[in-house]
C-alpha cells in the first residue's frame, strides 16, 4: 500500500503550506486523484488519518475532501480519444497493479483502441494534487 | 495547486549519505556497467548499496546483473526496493517486464516523481543512479527534485563522445552540481590526449579503463564478474573517491 507515502506527502504538503501562511487550525485539505494513479481510496483515506493523528491538534478535525480525475488519453498517431473504463475493464490483475504502482507503465499495457498505438498523450487523469488547503487564522 | 510528491522528496532520501549519478553524455559508452560494477564494489567493501536504474526506455542494470524478469517490490507503506545481490535495487522492468514503454518528457517526469516520493530506500551508505544518454529529460528533472547528489562522469576518448560530455560537464557546472571526476572507458591503444582535456575542463581525471574483448562473458554474471582485470582497475579508480 503506497497510498501511505502518497497520504505522508499530502500531510506533510499540507502542513508546510498551512503553517507558512500562519493559520492556527488546518480545517479540510482537498485532493485531486488521477484515475491513472490506481488509488485505492478506503486505504488512502485510511491513512490520511492515522498520519493526522499523529500531528497534534492543529490537524484535528480536518476534513479530507477527494475528488478523482478521469483518465483521458489521445492518440498521437490517429488522434483516437478515449477513458479509463475502457483502459482498466480489460487490463488483468498484474497489468493493473503495475501502473498502481507506476503510472507511467499503463504505456506498456495500453493500446490505443483504434490503431493499436501505445504512442499516446495523458491529457488528464494522472497525478495527485492538492487542490485547496483551508484553515482558520487567529 | 501543489504537488506534493515533490514536497516528501527530501525526506525520502535523508537516509542516504551519497547520492552518486554516472553520466556523460554519449550513448553506449559503459555508463550502465560502471553504475553497476560500482554498485557492487562498494558493497562487496560492507557499504549499504542501492541502485536505480533510470533509464526507463531502455534499461539495461538488470542484465548485467543476471535477472532477466524482476518481481514487484514489496509495498510497506511505500515500496521497498528490491535485494538483488546484496543491492537494495530498482527497475522500471518490475512493472513493464521488458515491454517496450514508449515515455516522452511529461511521462518521465511524473515516473521519477513517483518513484523518488514513494521509495523507502532506507539506510544506504550509497545510491547510485544509472542515467540514460545525453541531457535529457531524466538529468533534468533529477536536477530539479534534488541538490544533494554527485556525478561520476563517464567518457571514451573519442571526439564523439567528447562533444556530449563537455555539455554535461558545463550543464553541471552551470548549476554547481559536485561533479567526483571523470574516467575514460574503453581505452583501446591510446587514450588520445583525452586525460588533459578532461582536466582542462576542471573535472578530476580519475583513470583509464582498458576495452576488455571478453566482457560479453560476464555480462549477467555478477559473481564471476567481480574476478576480473576490469573490476579490479575501477576498484583501483574508486578508491580514493568513493
Ligand atoms: N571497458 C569495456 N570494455 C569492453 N566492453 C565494454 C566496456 N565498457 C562497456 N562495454 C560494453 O559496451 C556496451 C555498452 O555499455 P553500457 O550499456 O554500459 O553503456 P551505456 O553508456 O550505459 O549505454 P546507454 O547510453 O545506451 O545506456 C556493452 O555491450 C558493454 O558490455
Ligand atoms: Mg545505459
Ligand atoms: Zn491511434
Not at chain 1, 479530507?64 to 480519444?81: F, M, S, T, Y
Not at chain 2, 516523481?113 to 533529477?142: K, S
Not at chain 2, 556525478?151 to 573519442?158: A, E, I, R
Not at chain 2, 579503463?209 to 562473458?217: H, M, Q, T, V
Amino acid at each position: 500500500m503506497h497510498e501511505w507515502s502518497l497520504a505522508e506527502a499530502v500531510v506533510e504538503t499540507a502542513i508546510d503550506f498551512a503553517k507558512k501562511k500562519q493559520l492556527t487550525k488546518l480545517t479540510k485539505i482537498k485532493i485531486r486523484v488521477g484515475e491513472l494513479q490506481q488509488i485505492e481510496e478506503d486505504i488512502f483515506r485510511y491513512a490520511l488519518s492515522e498520519i493526522l493523528k499523529l500531528k497534534g491538534d492543529f490537524v484535528k478535525d480536518t476534513e479530507i475532501e477527494i475528488e478523482e480525475e478521469e483518465v483521458v488519453l489521445k492518440c498521437r498517431i490517429c488522434g483516437h480519444v478515449w477513458t479509463g473504463k475502457e483502459i482498466f475493464n480489460i487490463l488483468g490483475e498484474d497489468d493493473k497493479e503495475a501502473i498502481h504502482f507506476l503510472p507511467e507503465v499503463a504505456h506498456t499495457y495500453t493500446k490505443c483502441p483504434s490503431c493499436g498505438s501505445t504512442d499516446f498523450e495523458i491529457i488528464k487523469g494522472r497525478g495527485l494534487y492538492i487542490d485547496s488547503i483551508t484553515g482558520d487564522k487567529s | 495547486m501543489i504537488d506534493p510528491r515533490k514536497n516528501i522528496i527530501k525526506e525520502r532520501l535523508e537516509s542516504i549519505k551519497r547520492i552518486v549519478a554516472v553520466s556523460g553524455g554519449k550513448g553506449g559508452i559503459g555508463k550502465s556497467i560502471i553504475s553497476t560494477l560500482t554498485a557492487l564494489i562498494l558493497k562487496d567493501d560492507g557499504k549499504n548499496v542501492g541502485l536505480l536504474d533510470m533509464d526507463f526506455t531502455s534499461p539495461s542494470t538488470h542484465i548485467i546483473l543476471g535477472q532477466e524478469k524482476l518481481p514487484f517490490p514489496k509495498e510497506e507503506k511505500g515500496i521497498i526496493p528490491l535485494n538483488i545481490d546484496g543491492l537494495s535495487y530498482l527497475s522500471i522492468v518490475s512493472y513493464t517486464q521488458d515491454n517496450p514503454t514508449p515515455l516522452r518528457g511529461e511521462d518521465i517526469t511524473n515516473a521519477i516523481l513517483e518513484l523518488f516520493a514513494i521509495t523507502r530506500w532506507g539506510n544506504l551508505d550509497y545510491l547510485i543512479l544509472d542515467l540514460p544518454p545525453g541531457i535529457g529529460d531524466v538529468l533534468l528533472e533529477l536536477l530539479v527534485l534534488t541538490r544533494k547528489i554527485e556525478f561520476l562522469l563517464v567518457t571514451t576518448p573519442s571526439s564523439l563522445s567528447w562533444q556530449t560530455f563537455i555539455k554535461v560537464v558545463r550543464l553541471l557546472k552551470e548549476q554547481n552540481i559536485p561533479i567526483i571526476g571523470a574516467l575514460l572507458n574503453m581505452v583501446n591503444s591510446s587514450t588520445y590526449g583525452f586525460e588533459e582535456k578532461i582536466i582542462s575542463s576542471g573535472v578530476r581525471y580519475l583513470g583509464k579503463l582498458d576495452f576488455y574483448r571478453d566482457l560479453e562473458r560476464y555480462i549477467g554474471k555478477p559473481d564471476e564478474i567481480m574476478d576480473t582485470a576490469m573490476v579490479k582497475e575501477l576498484k583501483d579508480i574508486l578508491e580514493d573517491v568513493l
